[in-house]
């Protein structure tokens, strides 16, 4: 009961674990813009993600970066969507660049590399410019605030 109101069949958001600036953080998916990652989200967390297909719309300066990762390290605890490694973020909260809205881009590491478990946007981003991992482009925006 929330408020005198019997709340036993609303759906629950279930925190996701990630990364941002090195340190743990908690972020909840509330919407996404791509039927597709939408399923991926409610398989993964078994709560409901609306596909909000506008949310693409929104300019550079509405959005921030989530790198989820599609190889490489898969750690006994928390898992990303694609069960590897949590998503590595850019700007935390507090920062002048916060924003829950996050253009999603998938990370892969090359057959060369050696995979590792990374926790900051600096680390995927140097990883990106010596070849290790590619970053795809999809265009999907996740509403992902942290908490």
């Not at 002048?96 to 090359?110: E, F, I, Q």
């Amino acid at each position: 009961m929330i408020a005198g109101v019997d709340t036993a069949d609303v759906p629950r958001v279930p925190p996701v674990a990630g990364f941002t600036e090195g340190e743990p953080i908690f972020f909840i998916h509330t919407e996404v813009s791509d039927p597709e990652t939408g399923r991926v989200m409610i398989d993964m967390m078994g709560s409901p993600v609306p596909v909000v297909p506008s949310l693409a719309a929104n300019g550079k300066d509405m959005l921030a970066t989530v790198r989820a990762f599609t190889n490489g390290v898969q750690p006994e605890g928390p898992r990303g969507p694609l069960d590897f490694q949590p998503d590595v973020f850019d700007y935390p909260v507090g920062s002048d660049g916060y924003r829950p809205l996050r253009m999603l881009y998938p990370v892969t590491w090359s057959d060369s590399a050696m995979p590792r478990h990374l926790t900051s946007a600096a680390e995927v981003e140097s990883a990106i410019a010596t070849g290790e991992l590619a970053a795809e482009q999809t265009g999907i925006v996740v509403n992902a605030p942290f908490f």
